[in-house]
């Protein structure tokens, strides 16, 4: 009985070792795995970062272009008002030289 009982108890012991080194190769598998993924998530980490600092700099470089635009257009409204009152005094000027002449 004793014999039976050393058996038995050798058997648990047995799968329990067996038991655990599959746990510690898990758990050592698991553990790769996290640094792998941190790793990687360091990598999209820093291309999302320049992608968005790419993404910011086109829009600080579209925002400055259309503010120049519209400082242009400005300009050339007021350009295109003088230039039309200008055209206007003109043409009165003629008539008026006209209706003389």
Known sequence: ???WCCLEAQDKE???TNELESVKNAFERS???KVR???E???VKAMLKREV???EADARRSNDIISE???INSRLDGEQTL???RLLELRVSLELNDDKG
């Open 1 to 3: 009985m004793a014999f």
């Open 53 to 55: 600092d790419r993404a």
């Open 14 to 16: 047995d799968t329990f």
């Open 31 to 33: 553990e790769e795995e």
């Open 37 to 39: 993924l941190e790793a």
């Open 41 to 43: 998530l360091s990598q």
């Open 69 to 71: 635009y519209k400082k």
């Open 83 to 85: 230039l039309k009152n």
